[in-house]
């Protein structure tokens, strides 16, 4: 994880650079992570999809603004989240629900061990789906993608104690759910 940090850090730098190739090579990384993150968070694909384009011109358009490149990872799902955001209020302000996302390439690697392995993925998907979308949010910021709590605070503009508390009530939430199943 954290050598593809430093990677795309690279890439953006020479991009900033004006270093087409570079930018080339940037691009598709950025835009798998934010596609990850925002299948998690949004109830379709194609919805997901949509707010990742959108998150992709906001990126492309301030690549060169940004000055510290180790700002970028955090930057990156501000700007994600905030468009899967403000989708969400435009197009499911009636709705609630979620669904369980089809397999990530996280979750794909778990397809070739056992079947008690992918089964214990799935179910562990299946919880995840029954959280809100914050707790959502958070776990996958905290869980998948590494960052610290303080940076998972920033990036979903919320205090540090709130996303604790968040998750502590989505892995409390997620061990029930496992024990009733």
Not at 34 to 40: D, G, I, N, P, T
Not at 105 to 130: H, L, W, Y
Request: net charge positive; hydrophobic share 45%; aromatic share 8%.
């Amino acid at each position: 994880m954290q050598t593809e940090k430093i990677y795309i850090e690279y890439l953006l730098i020479q991009a900033q650079m004006g270093e087409s190739v570079a930018l080339q090579k940037l691009m598709p990384l950025i835009q798998q992570k934010m596609l990850s993150y925002a299948k998690r968070i949004m109830q379709g694909s194609a919805d997901a999809e949509d707010c990742v384009q959108d998150a992709m011109m906001v990126v492309l358009k301030k690549l060169a603004q940004l000055k510290d490149p180790k700002a970028f990872h955090g930057w990156m799902y501000r700007v994600i989240n905030t468009r899967c955001q403000d989708h969400w209020r435009r197009s499911h302000a009636n709705r609630h629900g979620h669904r369980v996302d089809d397999m990530d390439p996280q979750a794909a690697a778990f397809q070739t061990e056992s079947g008690e392995v992918r089964e214990q993925v799935m179910d562990i998907k299946k919880a995840m789906s029954q959280l809100p979308q914050i707790q959502q949010s958070v776990i996958y910021l905290f869980y998948f993608e590494g960052f610290k709590v303080a940076e998972v605070a920033k990036i979903l503009e919320k205090p540090a104690g709130t996303i604790k508390s968040l998750l502590f009530d989505a892995r409390a939430a997620i061990k029930s759910f496992l024990k009733q199943e």
